[in-house]
């Protein structure tokens, strides 16, 4: 049996009500996403730099005397995981869990202990009981400065330094345009480039340092790493806006195809019971008149 008139205008009514609700969402989302896109485009060359001196410096040290230069052989792993407090972006959250647990598992397969630091509810709850969550970072990411990525570093360089685990992580949605945020996995500690050759494309200029390169990168280091924790927390916040608004606004567009379809189905079963109406009407009165 078909849908009556009226839980048919009843249905309408609730999706309106959602078609308003995201449309508003999607413009809130609009909104923050212009003031978070401007600070994480205005933080990225900064950011760009600072990797650049480091690399630079870190290619040139041969004697490892910061403890933050050890490398180590690598049996326990450190991830700092960012996702968003709240829901309602799409697969925003879900794409850098993915990434997070396909890292895991290799690490795993490879004997290797993983234990991670959350900032972001979403990625708190989905790898709470696990039991490898050994700090977390909650309804901290409406409004934030650098305080909280010294905070997140502050956290993790001491554990480091006691040798509690060997090479720290940080993964974050990289923000490429509203639509579009790729999960990036960035090796922090020990950096890549310590020792190598490759420290960046001034590599093969020669410096004069004073103070000494060694002096020079136990100030650079920390401000290196929450640098870069804070730049994956800018690209957090603006990507996690951009998807909203994407997800608000295919939810909006759904409401509406909804609605137009809901729209024919009333007219056609108000079509039909008009109809079923004038039939007994009819066979009403072709009783009456066979009556007479």
Not at 117 to 124: E, F, L, P
Not at 198 to 205: K, L, M, P, Q
Not at 256 to 272: G, K
Request: proline fraction near 3%; include cysteine.
């Amino acid at each position: 049996m078909g849908a009556s008139l009226k839980d048919i205008k009843r249905q309408s009514v609730a999706v309106d009500k959602t078609r308003q609700i995201t449309r508003a969402m999607n413009m809130v989302a609009a909104s923050k996403l212009k003031a978070a896109q401007l600070k994480m485009e205005n933080f990225r060359p900064y950011a760009d730099k600072i990797m650049d001196v480091f690399d630079s410096l870190a290619s040139r040290v041969t004697s490892f005397t910061n403890p933050l230069l050890a490398v180590r052989e690598p049996r326990r792993v450190r991830v700092i995981m960012m996702t968003s407090d709240r829901g309602l972006c799409g697969g925003f959250n879900a794409n850098v869990i993915k990434e997070v647990n396909k890292f895991k598992r290799e690490k795993t397969a490879e004997g290797k202990e993983v234990s991670l630091i959350t900032a972001g509810k979403k990625g708190r709850d989905s790898f709470r009981k696990e039991g490898n969550v050994v700090g977390e970072y909650v309804d901290k990411l409406g409004n934030f400065d650098i305080s909280l990525a010294a905070g997140i570093a502050g956290e993790a360089v001491p554990s480091f330094i006691a040798e509690e685990y060997d090479e720290l992580y940080l993964c974050y949605n990289e923000f490429r345009n509203i639509a579009s945020q790729k999960p990036i996995m960035i090796r922090l500690l020990p950096a890549s480039s310590v020792g190598s050759d490759e420290g960046g494309s001034e590599s093969t200029v020669d410096y004069i340092y004073e103070p000494s390169e060694e002096d020079l990168l136990a100030h650079i280091i920390p401000l290196y790493l929450r640098v870069l924790i804070y730049r994956g927390l800018l690209e957090t916040s603006a990507g996690e806006h951009g998807a909203r608004m994407v997800a608000m606004d295919n939810a909006r567009s759904s409401c509406e195809d909804m609605l137009q379809s809901l729209t024919q189905q009333f007219n056609r079963a108000r079509q039909a019971a008009i109809t079923s109406e004038l039939m007994d009407i009819v066979g009403g009165t072709e009783a009456l008149s066979a009556g007479k």
